[in-house]
């Protein structure tokens, strides 16, 4: 029996033969295989296999002023360009358990990202109303029909994969990008977020090294290497000044990053829960109590409030929470103690919250 080496995922046959082979559709196709499983690969094609499509590179289809090349067939029902771009694409053949309504944002310097949609015509109706803001990817989640959302950055979503480039997670996946010695597909990092400001845990897409020449010395040679991360974020190796460098995970660490992270998060407002599995399987869940069951929402309300002596005040405050007063009560309080003035009982007659305010969160409120 022949010997198999495997490299790189592939497979190195050292015999093979030629055959054809029908497709139960009826289709020939010309392969090699191993000469003493020619019978078997047959009898597979026949009754398992439909039919056989090499991908063809080829553009997406539509009215827009842009199309990239990919090897699915794609229709882009909108587009939007200027520094970047924004665009609705329905992929006719996406592969099993993909989705096929994508908008995709394109952001140069920023963070790129693509969501995925239930049906095409949501993905229109938000696009159509939101194509020229700024913040669609906080947006975009609490819109109907919204499922997904993978931000790519300096990776190439999966839907613009062209060739036998291959597909792992929600990218596509370039050759050259596996041979770095240190940071190898799939191995676990402890990175620095330079956008979160905290540690995280995140898995090595690869990474390239591009050379320079010195302007100044075109005899000097620059390498500057790239690492790519599984969220889409990239590591710029050129900044020798960096304090936080990607470090492998050391052994049982990854828990304890996570957990300071998602702490961190709790703190800051984006969260108001979080749980620490531990190595033993032991749990840890928090969460955080209110103080208080006032309102905390951005808003007009109307109070009757009374002051020490039994004086009476009634009307309207529009009210914006802030660290020193996160729901309506406190301001009301915090506002009369300034002024000297103690405050025996604050009623919320009515109230009017803004569409999209700002609510009390976390434990310190972010503006």
Request: positive net charge; aromatic residues 14%.
């Amino acid at each position: 029996m022949e010997e198999k080496i495997k490299t790189e995922g592939r497979v190195v046959f050292t015999s093979w033969t030629n055959i054809e082979v029908k497709t139960g559709e009826g289709q020939i196709v010309s392969l090699s295989c191993r000469p003493d499983e020619v019978e078997k690969v047959k009898e597979f094609f026949h009754s398992k296999v439909c039919n056989v499509i090499s991908p063809e590179t080829r553009k997406v289809k539509g009215e827009g002023g842009f199309h990239q090349y990919t090897r699915y067939d794609i229709n882009q029902h909108r587009y939007a360009g200027g520094r970047g771009y924004i665009e609705v694409l329905e992929i006719k053949n996406p592969p099993e358990n993909r989705c096929g309504f994508i908008i995709n944002e394109y952001k140069p310097y920023d963070r790129s990202f693509f969501t995925e949609w239930k049906k095409i015509e949501d993905a229109i109706t938000v696009f159509d109303s939101r194509w020229g803001s700024c913040d669609n990817d906080k947006t975009f989640p609490k819109m109907d029909g919204f499922k997904r959302l993978v931000y790519c950055n300096e990776l190439t979503p999966w839907f613009y994969a062209v060739g036998e480039e291959e597909i792992i997670g929600d990218y596509a996946f370039p050759q050259g990008l596996q041979d770095d010695l240190v940071y190898r597909v799939g191995k676990k990092f402890v990175v620095y977020d330079q956008v979160d400001k905290i540690s995280k845990i995140k898995s090595c897409m690869g990474a390239r090294v591009f050379l320079s020449k010195d302007a100044n010395n075109p005899h000097r040679i620059s390498h500057h290497r790239f690492v790519y991360w599984d969220d889409g974020s990239v590591y710029d190796g050129s900044y020798n000044y960096d304090k936080h460098p990607p470090r492998p995970v050391n052994e049982n660490e990854e828990w304890i990053t996570k957990a300071i992270g998602d702490f961190y998060r709790l703190l800051s407002g984006q969260k108001t829960s979080f749980s620490v599995k531990f190595t033993n399987g032991d749990e840890f869940a928090g969460k955080i109590k209110p103080a208080s069951k006032s309102p905390c929402a951005a808003g007009r309300y109307n109070l009757r409030v009374t002051i020490k002596g039994g004086e009476i005040l009634e009307g309207y405050v529009d009210f914006k929470p802030k660290p020193e007063a996160p729901d309506i009560v406190k301001a009301v309080v915090v506002n009369y103690e300034k002024k000297g003035i103690k405050v025996e009982k604050v009623e919320v007659t009515s109230g009017n919250v803004e569409r999209g305010g700002k609510k009390w969160a976390g434990v310190f409120y972010q503006p």
